[in-house]
Each structure stands twice: as C-alpha cells, then as structure tokens.
C-alpha cells in the first residue's frame, strides 16, 4: 500500500519559512506524482502545488512565487519551500502521491504535518 513519511511542519512569525517533505518509503522502485494539500480546521481541502514524475510543476494562485515545489532525484520524496508565510492556525499540510507505474501506490495520502504562521 505504501508508506508515507512527512516531515517538517511547526511555527513560523509572518513573513518567515517553513520546509515540508515527504517521502514514500516502502517501494523501491516507484516514482510519483506528488501534490500538497492543505486544510484548516473547519475548512475543506484545498490544493496548494504539485509536481509530476517528469518535474513539471502547478502551484494554485494564492501561493504562486511564495512557494516552491520540488522532488528528489527518486522521485519518491518532495519538498515544499514555503516562503514569505501568511497567517494561518494550525492549518494542516498533506501529501498525496500517484505513480504511473503498475504494482506501484495510487492515491496515497499522508497523515499531514501542521502549520501554523502567528502574526
């Protein structure tokens, strides 16, 4: 089924930055596509970026040019720089993986990591 590790949520002051990642670490021998989401309490889900097994990446609009996505050279871990932060309380980031592969873990999601950014 796959095994999901994600790492590096906490606290930062507005305006600082926070490093997420996460890993699959169960298959050898697959590579993903990986996205982020991320939800607040009381609020649904909502995309924040991805990026393909070949490298091509899609941020959503609200973090455009504040956030960057990348992937090791496996493609089973990514990394999310998220820079000039904005509020937020205890907003909950997610990773969800698909690979292409056969035999290889489909629709995967992490148990999430959170966030918070004080004013």
């Known amino acids: 089924q796959g095994r999901m590790v994600e790492t590096g949520g906490g606290s930062v002051q507005a305006g600082g930055s926070l490093t997420l990642s996460c890993a699959e670490t169960?298959?050898?021998?697959?590579?993903?596509?990986m996205s982020w989401f991320r939800q607040a309490p009381g609020k649904e889900r909502e995309f924040v970026p991805s990026i393909t097994s070949d490298g091509t990446t899609t941020y959503a609009e609200s973090v455009k040019g504040r956030f960057t996505m990348s992937q090791g050279i496996a493609k089973k871990t990514t990394y999310l720089q998220m820079d000039s932060m904005k509020p937020e309380y205890r907003v909950m980031y997610i990773c969800?993986?698909?690979?292409?592969?056969?035999?290889?873990?489909?629709?995967?999601w992490g148990q999430g990591t959170q966030v918070t950014v004080a004013t």
């Open positions: 969800l993986i698909n690979s292409r592969q056969s035999g290889c873990p489909i629709n995967l």
């Open positions: 169960e298959y050898e021998n697959c590579a993903y596509d």
